[in-house]
């Protein structure tokens, strides 16, 4: 069985993404599995999943194999949850930390021009999409929010530069958004 196989097998049973060194780890010493072999392989892995209803995703945390999302409105039948809906208000103020981060919440309220709900907060920091990342040298020291790793993992992002444009967000339907972000 090849290396290839074995990547798949492992990425298919894992719960989160893995990186390269987190594959290495699976291979015993002996078995002398270096970084560029893991790393060719999961090339030819990704190569193997062209035509296929899942893919190899890269994030920011490592490697992981999905359904593509053309195939997501018939594998979303078999969970009963229905996915949770956010307010404009959550997806103002969730794009306004991923793009100025890092950002307190006075600079939310006065960027949107309205009060900032602390439960939408509160939910952002118990998704673990946000984080308190440091306190800014003001009066009160208030908190300066940033997006996590897990928030680049649930977007399918690698790093923050694969965000769209600010400019092509504007452009984004927001109904069109909010279908998206519920899968």
Same mark, same amino acid.
């Given at each position: 069985?090849?290396?290839?196989?074995?990547?798949?097998?492992?990425? +298919?049973?894992?719960?989160?993404?893995?990186?390269?060194?987190?594959?290495?780890?699976? %291979?015993? =010493?002996?078995?002398?599995?270096?970084?560029?072999?893991?790393?060719?392989?999961?090339?030819?892995?990704?190569?193997?999943?062209? *035509?296929?209803? !899942?893919?190899?995703?890269?994030?920011?945390?490592?490697?992981? $194999?999905?359904?593509?999302?053309? %195939?997501?409105?018939?594998?979303?039948?078999? #969970?009963?949850?229905? =996915?949770?809906?956010?307010?404009?208000? !959550? $997806?103002?103020?969730?794009?306004? &930390?991923?793009?100025?981060? =890092?950002?307190?919440?006075?600079?939310?309220?006065?960027?949107?021009?309205?009060?900032?709900?602390?439960?939408? &907060? @509160?939910?952002? +920091?118990?998704?673990?999409?946000?984080?308190?990342?440091? #306190?800014?040298?003001?009066? *009160?020291? =208030?908190?300066?929010?940033?997006?996590?790793? #897990? !928030? $680049?993992?649930? %977007?399918?992002?690698?790093?923050?530069?694969? +965000?769209?444009? +600010?400019?092509?967000? @504007?452009?984004?339907?927001?109904?069109?958004?909010?279908?998206?972000?519920? *899968?």
């Amino acid at each position: 069985m090849g290396l290839t196989a074995i990547l798949q097998a492992i990425l +298919l049973t894992a719960d989160k993404p893995l990186s390269v060194e987190q594959l290495e780890a699976y %291979f015993q =010493p002996e078995e002398k599995v270096a970084r560029t072999a893991i790393r060719a392989a999961l090339q030819d892995l990704q190569e193997a999943c062209a *035509g296929q209803s !899942f893919e190899l995703k890269e994030t920011a945390s490592g490697f992981r $194999l999905q359904t593509r999302a053309e %195939f997501q409105q018939w594998v979303q039948r078999h #969970h009963e949850e229905k =996915p949770q809906k956010y307010s404009r208000a !959550f $997806l103002e103020t969730l794009a306004l &930390i991923a793009w100025r981060q =890092p950002i307190t919440r006075a600079e939310i309220e006065e960027i949107r021009g309205v009060a900032v709900n602390a439960n939408i &907060i @509160k939910t952002l +920091l118990e998704r673990d999409w946000v984080r308190v990342i440091g #306190h800014k040298e003001l009066p *009160g020291r =208030p908190e300066m929010l940033g997006t996590t790793r #897990h !928030f $680049l993992d649930y %977007f399918n992002l690698k790093s923050l530069d694969d +965000l769209p444009s +600010l400019a092509a967000v @504007k452009a984004l339907d927001m109904d069109k958004l909010q279908l998206e972000l519920l *899968g």
